[in-house]
T-cell receptor, first 117, second 111 residues
Framework: DAGVTQSPTHLIKTRGQQVTLRCSPKSGHDTVSWYQQALGQGPQFIFQ???????QRGNFPDRFSGHQFPNYSSELNVNALLLGDSALYLC????????????????FGEGSWLTVV | QKEVEQNSGPLSVPEGAIASLNCTYS??????FFWYRQYSGKSPELIMS????GDKEDGRFTAQLNKASQYVSLLIRDSQPSDSATYLC???????????FGQGTTLQVKP
């Protein structure tokens, strides 16, 4: 049973460019969240998708957008990249029925390391 | 006030000692509490979760939760150099279901 998979694992972009990161959730999961972890910081919640819609959003600008597909996989898009967008981007999956219950139901992928130069 | 606060450290302990990591949170609706270990260059790895007041033990790790004081801690007994990592405290809100992380505490275990 595959866990949460993310791609690419590492990438380098130039300021002003756009990037797309991809995530496939764990089998049986329908809810995907994205987190940004800057160097020396804890992960920060970007947004959450289920039923192909953005349901919750953290304090991130509109340059950050996403999408969820019918197979529950998800993409994170960042436009007009800034140096400060350099970070580890983590995808987390869970099932909607478990989202608001106590318990260890959130699984993280290995992350995508983005460097903006 | 940050929603989840941790001392960034570094916390340095000798091999074999007990390492004590602390975390406070502000949202009283929080229902689930997690400790993640993160090695340099890697993604966070869940090592402990706790949902009820009191202690929860798993091998060398003990998580402690006090909801009245809004405080959660992690004890690592018989610390090993391989425990050297950043430890992230995370809280799951009962209202939103999202995880809120502290900034992490760096632990150094010296041989």
């Amino acid at each position: 049973d595959a866990g949460v998979t993310q791609s690419p694992t590492h990438l380098i972009k130039t300021r002003g460019q756009q990037v797309t990161l991809r995530c496939s959730p764990k089998s049986g999961h329908d809810t995907v969240s994205w987190y940004q972890q800057a160097l020396g910081q804890g992960p920060q919640f970007i947004f959450q998708y289920y039923e192909e819609e953005e349901r919750q959003r953290g304090n991130f600008p509109d340059r950050f957008s996403g999408h969820q597909f019918p197979n529950y996989s998800s993409e994170l898009n960042v436009n007009a990249l800034l140096l400060g967008d350099s970070a580890l981007y983590l995808c987390a999956s869970t099932s909607l029925r478990d989202l608001f219950t106590a318990g260890n139901t959130i699984y993280f992928g290995e992350g995508s390391w983005l460097t903006v130069v | 006030q940050k929603e989840v606060e941790q001392n960034s450290g570094p916390l340095s302990v000798p091999e074999g000692a007990i390492a004590s990591l602390n975390c406070t949170y502000s949202d009283r609706v929080s229902q689930s509490f997690f400790w993640y270990r993160q090695y340099s260059g890697k993604s966070p790895e869940l090592i402990m979760s706790i949902y009820s007041n009191g202690d929860k033990e798993d091998g060398r790790f003990t998580a402690q939760l006090n909801k009245a004081s809004q405080y959660v801690s992690l004890l690592i007994r018989d610390s090993q150099p391989s425990d050297s990592a950043t430890y992230l405290c995370a809280v799951k809100s009962g209202n939103t279901g999202k995880l809120i992380f502290g900034q992490g505490t760096t632990l150094q275990v010296k041989p």
